[in-house]
């Protein structure tokens, strides 16, 4: 089964006209290097610098209150929770709840992610004797299995976890991404399998181990889906990866999902079907791992 059913014609002045035509697989073409985006990007773009925090500790609260909301919603639950001084594991294991839900309320879900929290905090707290070192110091496969098993976290709030606050190589797979490749006939057959994981490891094959190549990737997608490649109305003809594009640009109608039901027990996963992961060769660096403080 085929993603993408109907392409985008572009006409000469620049309109679009959605139309029936063959599916994307129709366009058979070699898969593109995952630098050749970052390439094309990071010219367009600039550095993005993201994950914004002054802590480590405050990225992962800011995973946390990002998930099916906006971030500018994120950035007002997190200056509430700075003026009220709830900002540290500490007070957000002492506060009560009421509290800690009045301060995130602009994030949405504010009930279950005030629980997430404080079990993550105390999880820190008894797990790892309070220490983000410690807890980062072990290998990606241990802390992202721990990570999964506690509720409210799924593999791309555990992977925005490991990659920005913990400096993990450990690509995050989300809505923007799918939809990216999609358009771009990378990911054009849904079959059986794990799609996340699929997408991961066609990303780690192209971007090495280079942890700040891998931040800045996905950065630039997250700027490319929020300007250019938009749900409803995609703006292809001024994207800086329009070029890159299949014979005709793809509106994918359904698009692939990333399951949307509120956080809970596998929040942020990447339900999807399987898409390919082909091997691809390494290539250069990127800026390397912004420093953020420990708490």
């Known amino acids: 089964m085929v993603m993408a059913d109907v392409l985008l014609r572009v006409g000469g002045d620049g309109g679009a006209k959605p139309r029936a035509v063959a599916p994307a697989s129709c366009y058979p073409r070699p898969m593109a290097h995952p630098d050749v985006y970052f390439r094309h990007l990071s010219r367009h773009f600039g550095p993005q610098y993201w994950w914004p925090g002054r802590s480590r500790w405050e990225v992962m609260v800011g995973a946390i209150l990002t998930q099916n909301t906006a971030w500018r919603n994120?950035?007002?639950?997190i200056a509430e929770l700075r003026r009220r001084h709830l900002l540290s594991r500490a007070a957000m294991l002492a506060a009560p709840v009421e509290e800690l839900r009045a301060a995130i309320r602009s994030a949405g879900f504010y009930r279950q992610k005030a629980r997430c929290l404080q079990t993550l905090a105390a999880w820190?707290?008894?797990h790892h004797g309070g220490s983000?070192?410690?807890?980062?110091?072990?290998?990606?496969?241990?802390v992202r299995k721990e990570l999964l098993a506690l509720p409210g976290i799924g593999p791309e709030t555990a992977d925005s976890i490991l990659l920005y606050a913990g400096g993990h190589a450990s690509f995050v797979v989300d809505a923007y991404t799918v939809r990216l490749l999609s358009r771009h006939g990378e990911a054009v057959a849904q079959g059986p399998g794990?799609?996340?994981?699929?997408?991961?490891?066609?990303?780690?094959?192209?971007?090495?181990?280079?942890?700040?190549?891998?931040?800045?990737?996905?950065?630039?997608?997250?700027a490319t889906g929020k300007e250019f490649c938009r749900k409803s109305v995609p703006?292809?003809?001024?994207?800086?990866?329009?070029?890159?594009?299949p014979?005709?640009?793809?509106i994918?109608?359904?698009q692939p999902r990333i399951a949307r039901r509120g956080p809970q027990r596998g929040c942020g996963a990447g339900e999807f079907r399987g898409l390919p992961a082909p091997a691809l060769l390494s290539e250069p660096k990127a800026r390397p791992p912004r420093?953020?403080?420990?708490d």
């Open 74 to 77: 994120v950035e007002l639950a």
């Open 124 to 126: 820190v707290q008894e």
């Open 132 to 142: 983000l070192t410690r807890l980062f110091r072990q290998p990606t496969a241990i």
């Open 194 to 222: 794990d799609g996340y994981a699929a997408i991961q490891s066609w990303f780690a094959a192209g971007l090495g181990q280079d942890v700040g190549r891998w931040q800045e990737m996905h950065a630039l997608i997250v």
């Open 235 to 245: 703006r292809c003809t001024t994207c800086p990866l329009g070029p890159m594009l």
């Open 247 to 250: 014979p005709a640009a793809v």
């Open 252 to 254: 994918s109608r359904p």
């Open 291 to 294: 420093a953020v403080r420990e």
